[in-house]
Structure formats: structure tokens, C-alpha cells
């Protein structure tokens, strides 16, 4: 009989996550009621949010309960359904959480074709990430061609796609990534101008010379020091998306500068969250898909083997240590 392997957020972390905040239960295979359909996951997405929902402090969205299961974006199978909508091995993506199987209402789920790409991509390059990609570039920088445009964690789930849509729209596009290979990576793969390592000793020159244009649009995925760097070197009239300060989610928070240059360099500066613009959320997955469909989209994933697992995932992508989107195979 298989039995629903279930994580369970045991207690808040009061400093960095670890694995230990995290217990692993064992519960019967649920039956789905009327309207429900049982879905078996594949993979779960971990993602960089779920270090702000482990803490009970306010913020846009509620925080995960201490003792239920984690939450989060997961792909699988409809093992049994009692949901028009959904028949039995339909490939779905919705929020199952951090669990083997989880019991659906529609809300949420939705039917993807996984013949054309995998399965896991409706966590990456063709969901959530993609479309904060999607939305941040689009709506907030909304690049002209020959403008500049810097990304940080530039191979990762969102700034690799950001470093692709910019090349597409006719800008130029800057990566920040860590370690020389990532690097290489996001210049040879994804298309970019130039990337320069945070990691580098020489981060500070080689940031300067890739930006010998000024940055005309900055999509912030990390903040910290290579953010206050980048500040300096916005051109007039820039804009400036603030997606995510993963640096400060375990460290310390990312003040701005002088709010002179608010006025001097006379750019905007807006904070978004993918989840107010659900009504977008279509669009931008049709536009990713196309593009996927097209080979114009690339995307690369570290993967990591068994649910049990997820918690040392979650630790390892605050640590920065995934290349490209970090998934775990449910298996
Ligand atoms: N606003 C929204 O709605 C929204 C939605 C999704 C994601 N986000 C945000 O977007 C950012 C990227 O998310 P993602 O899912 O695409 O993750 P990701 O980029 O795939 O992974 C995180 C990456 O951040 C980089 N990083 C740089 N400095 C770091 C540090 N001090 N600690 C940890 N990591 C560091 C690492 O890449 P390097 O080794 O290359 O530095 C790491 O691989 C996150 O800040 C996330 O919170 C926001």
C-alpha cells in the first residue's frame, strides 16, 4: 500500500533555515471526495519565498502554519478524479505542497501538456518564475532597443529568463551571477552581452566595464553589495524592477543610498509581486510558451532526488547553491 510521505514545518527557524526545522510523517493515501481529483506529484518547486513564509512576521502573504504541510508549487499525475475537469492521468500544475499526493478541488489546478516539454518546466521558465520574468521586464522596464539591461541572478529561474526576453526585446543584457562557470553559461546559453561574477575579486572593475553605457534598466533578484553597485551606475531615467533581495532573506537587510540620486538620476524604482497580476498570468505563459516552442527559451534545473530531500533543497537555494531552477523529483 503506498502511503502519502507528507514534510511538515516543525517549528520556525530563529536564525538560517535548516533541515531540522522541517519533520517527515507518513499518512494513509487519501480518497478524493466529491469534486476532488488525487493528484501524485512528480516534482515540487522550491522556490525563494518560502524562507519569507517559514517566519511569522507580516507580510503580503500569510505565513506557512507551524505543524501542516509546506506549502508550495508542485507537478504530477490525476491518479483518480471525481472532477469533470480532470480525468485520470491527466499531467496538472497547481500548489500541492510538500507531499507525495495531494487532493485538489479545481482551484488552483490546471491541465498542461507535457508532451511538448517537460512536466517540470510549469514551475520554472513557463510558470511562476517565468512569468515574474515576464511581468518585471515588461511592465516595469519595458526595454528600448540598445538600452541596457542589468540582471541579477542572471542564470537562475527568473533572471534567466529576464536575461533572454531583454535580448528579444533588442536590448543589452548584463548578467550577475556567482562562479565563473555560471557565467560562462549565461554568455554561451542564454545569450547574454556579458556577465560579471559577484564572487570575483575584481567584481567592482569588471562590473564597470560591462556597464561602460550605464544601466538603463536593473531587474533586482539578490540586493546586498552588488545591488548598491549597480545603483551607481544607473543612467538617467532608468527604472529599476525590485523583484527579490535573496541576500537579505537570512542576512543583513539592503538599505538604499542617498535619496539624492532619487532626484538626480530622475529613475523609477518599483517593488512587484507576481501574484497581484494573476489576470496577466495567461499572457505571459502563452508568450513564454511560444518562445519555448520556438527554441527561443532555454532553461536549465538542478535536481534533486526524493521528497525527503526538499528541506536540505530549500537550505542549499538560500545558499545560492542551484544552477538554474531548483526542483526536487518526488519519485
Ligand atoms: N516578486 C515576485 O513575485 C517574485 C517571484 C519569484 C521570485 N522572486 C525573487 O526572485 C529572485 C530569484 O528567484 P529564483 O526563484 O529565480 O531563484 P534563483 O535565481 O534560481 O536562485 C537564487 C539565486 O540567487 C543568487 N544569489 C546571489 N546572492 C545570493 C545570496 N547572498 N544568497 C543566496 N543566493 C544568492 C544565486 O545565484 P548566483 O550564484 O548566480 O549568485 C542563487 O542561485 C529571488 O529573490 C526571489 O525571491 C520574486
Given at each position: 500500500m503506498p502511503t502519502n510521505t507528507q514534510i511538515l514545518l516543525d517549528h520556525r527557524p530563529t536564525d538560517k533555515v535548516s533541515p531540522a526545522n522541517f519533520r517527515i510523517v507518513e499518512s494513509p493515501v487519501p480518497a478524493p471526495g466529491p469534486g476532488q481529483a488525487l493528484v501524485r506529484h512528480t516534482f515540487l518547486s522550491l522556490d525563494p519565498y518560502m524562507r519569507g513564509r517559514l517566519?511569522?512576521?507580516?507580510?503580503?502573504a500569510k505565513p506557512q502554519e507551524v505543524g501542516a504541510v509546506m506549502g508550495g508549487g508542485t507537478v504530477g499525475i490525476v491518479?483518480?478524479?471525481?472532477?469533470?475537469?480532470f480525468k485520470t492521468g491527466d499531467a496538472v500544475v497547481g500548489s500541492?505542497?510538500?507531499?507525495?499526493y495531494a487532493l485538489s478541488d479545481e482551484k488552483g489546478l490546471r491541465v498542461v501538456d507535457a508532451k511538448s516539454v517537460p512536466i517540470q518546466a510549469y514551475l520554472g521558465a513557463l510558470g511562476m518564475p517565468g512569468v515574474t520574468a515576464w511581468y518585471g521586464l515588461?511592465?516595469?522596464?519595458a526595454p528600448k532597443t540598445g538600452e541596457t539591461v542589468l540582471v541579477s541572478a542572471a542564470t537562475g529561474a527568473v533572471g534567466s529568463v529576464v536575461g533572454q526576453l531583454a535580448k528579444l526585446a533588442g536590448a543589452r543584457a548584463v548578467g550577475i551571477a556567482g562562479g565563473k562557470e555560471k557565467c560562462a553559461y549565461a554568455v554561451r546559453?542564454?545569450?547574454?552581452?556579458a556577465c560579471v561574477d559577484?564572487?570575483?575579486?575584481r567584481f567592482g572593475e569588471d562590473l564597470k566595464d560591462a556597464l561602460s553605457n550605464g544601466i538603463d534598466g536593473l531587474f533586482e533578484n539578490v540586493g546586498g553589495e552588488p545591488f548598491q553597485q549597480a545603483l551607481r551606475r544607473l543612467n538617467d531615467f532608468s527604472r529599476v524592477a525590485i523583484c527579490g533581495l535573496i541576500a537579505s532573506y537570512e542576512g543583513a537587510p539592503t538599505a538604499l543610498p542617498d535619496m539624492r540620486m532619487f532626484l538626480v538620476k530622475r529613475f523609477k524604482m518599483e517593488g512587484f509581486i507576481v501574484?497581484?497580476?494573476?489576470?496577466l498570468w495567461p499572457k505571459a505563459i502563452g508568450e513564454l510558451a511560444a518562445l519555448a516552442a520556438a527554441k527561443k527559451l532555454k532553461w536549465r534545473e538542478t535536481i534533486r532526488d526524493g521528497l525527503e530531500n526538499a528541506p536540505q533543497a530549500l537550505v542549499d537555494l538560500l545558499h545560492g547553491e542551484n544552477f538554474g531552477k531548483m526542483l526536487v523529483r518526488v519519485g
Open positions: 517566519s511569522d512576521a507580516k507580510s503580503y491518479e483518480a478524479s471525481n472532477n469533470p475537469r500541492g505542497g510538500w507531499q507525495r515588461n511592465r516595469i522596464i546559453e542564454l545569450g547574454y552581452d559577484h564572487k570575483s575579486l501574484s497581484d497580476h494573476l489576470d
